[in-house]
């Protein structure tokens, strides 16, 4: 029956995001019930990319990459794959009628990052853009639920907040991007001369992008407000803790927030919520 299959594909994009990310993964357990499924879904389809042009070393990550940007068009075609992370993602594309527009901007910063190593302002835009806007935009479908209006209304801010959360991991995984994949995000940055005053800079661009995403948390559907104001908080105190990091531990090691403190996080965003103060 094609509907076990499907359970079993939507569970192979839950262990997915599980595994990779515990901040995501938390934030998703924290929107309404049926909203989960589609943005694992979603995240399920974007870390595999990713790990693509990330990790595969020794493979030819091109060849691979489109075969699975072919793959991927095909089963939203075809309403299956036999690749049960795509089955799960054509299900949720096909569902709430994301635009092809926002999985090619998607699939092709995940080109740009077989062969870029450094970007200039534009190509960083480019690459910002596919690489957390749309997915941004993705999950806001899925959120509106067919709302033509408000998904117009909130789509700036869902950019804003894509933006600001991928130029925090930016931030935090300058050294390891640098060192073990060649690449250099920021623009102009030469990292033998990532200073302070450079990563002020940086983080006041970010901050600039999270107090607009804030504005489009608060308009959101209740439905899926707590669980995305959860990983604006997790993100925030990510993002204080690299602001009072100095430079020289940055380029050393990689930010994270303890265990602890995430429960500590998410017990203030729930009380909050209930009090409907976010």
Known sequence: M?????????RCSRMTTRAYSTSFSLGIRCLEKQLRDPIYSIYGFVRFADEIVDSFHGFDKEKLLARFKEETYRSIQDNISLNPILNSFQFTVNRYHIEDSLIEQFLKSMEMDLSKISYDPDSFKEYILGSAEVVGLMCLRVFCKGKKEMYETLKPFAMSLGSAFQKINFL?????DYVGLGRTYFPGIEMDQFNEQTKKSIEENIKADFDEGYKGIKLLPRSAKFGVYVAYVYYLALFRKIQNTPTDLILSKRISIRKRHKARL???SFVKHQLNLI
């Open 2 to 10: 094609k509907e076990l299959f499907d359970k079993v594909s939507i």
């Open 266 to 268: 998410l017990a203030y």
């Open 172 to 176: 935090r995984d300058l050294q390891a």
